[in-house]
């Protein structure tokens, strides 16, 4: 442990990690009670063209290293596929679910498509897809750090408005919240989540770490707020130990992190079965 925490890229590896597991939970707690769990996968899949576009742009500009402004691209299209993804689904002209298609397949064929313009191959996108500690840069550090801070202050300091919204829809209406703005909110927080989480966990995997620790702290917590501090603390929790293990075993940091959270859940249900089959009332046991 401490020989991991001497080396410079171990330690911008496990800030990282302990920013997106606190920031992701945070966004994902909005979507679940949305019903909008998948909206990471769509913006992630979009975020892969982001990434393709900034290597594309730093190849044209001879800046080395060439995917030195993938994570700005990344941002960029995250921003923009959240925004048509939240438009769409506010004129009620196509489902949500058609509009997170679209982007699944649109996002992965644009990102194969501009890195093969880029002079590279599809090798060169599989630490964005699956995620790769090992590789986070400092500026990688600077931009999760600052966007980090952004996410986490604004939807804190929103978290009455956005509790309403999330729960109530007509409520927040009715309450003269402004709704559009706030969805549109949501839509970009979500965007620039996935842009720091796929780093850690890559943009096929980025949902699980806003949803899964949502979904196991709903398990044991039935309120807003300490649902969402639970999931934080788990998803902390996962990405660290994850770390810990990829330093010491050759897996994949991204899918360790998820299977951790996965079998977490799992646990965790087995748990809350057991004791409503050990303590629930006797007259229900007959």
């Known amino acids: 442990m401490i020989e991991m925490l001497s080396s410079p890229l171990m330690q911008r590896a496990l800030i990282v990690a302990v920013l997106v597991g606190v920031s992701a939970p945070v966004v994902g707690t909005f979507l679940v009670s949305r019903s909008m769990a998948l909206m990471g996968d769509g913006i992630g899949h979009i975020a892969l063209t982001g990434v393709a576009l900034g290597w594309l742009a730093g190849t044209i500009m001879d800046i080395s290293p060439h995917d030195s402004l993938a994570l700005p691209g990344a941002i960029v299209m ?51 897809l699956f995620g790769s500690l090992a590789t986070v840069s400092r500026s990688d550090l600077i931009y999760t750090l600052v ?16 509790f309403a919204l999330a729960h109530d829809e007509e409520y927040a209406k009715a309450a003269g919240l402004p709704v559009r703005a706030l969805n549109l909110y949501i839509a970009i927080i979500s965007a620039l989540t996935v842009s720091i989480s796929m780093r850690v966990v890559g943009v096929l995997l980025v949902s699980a770490i806003m949803i899964v620790p949502v979904a196991i702290a709903q398990l044991v917590s039935h309120s807003f707020t300490r649902t969402m501090r639970l999931a934080m603390i788990i998803s902390i929790l996962a990405c660290v130990t994850g770390l810990i293990i990829t330093y010491n075993v050759a897996l994949s940091p991204g899918a360790t992190i998820v299977v951790i959270l996965i079998a977490l859940y799992a646990l965790t249900s087995l748990g809350v079965l057991v004791r409503l089959k050990l303590f629930r009332p006797e007259k229900e046991r007959q």
Do not use: H, K
């Open 78 to 128: 995250s921003v923009v596929g959240s925004l048509l993804i939240e438009l769409i689904r506010a004129r009620g002209r196509t489902g949500a679910d058609v509009a997170l298609a679209i982007l699944f397949y649109g996002g992965i064929a644009g990102g194969v498509l501009l890195i093969s313009a880029a002079g590279g191959t599809t090798t060169n996108l599989t630490s964005y």
């Open 147 to 162: 966007l980090a801070v952004l996410i986490l202050g604004t939807a804190f300091f929103l978290a009455g408005p956005l």
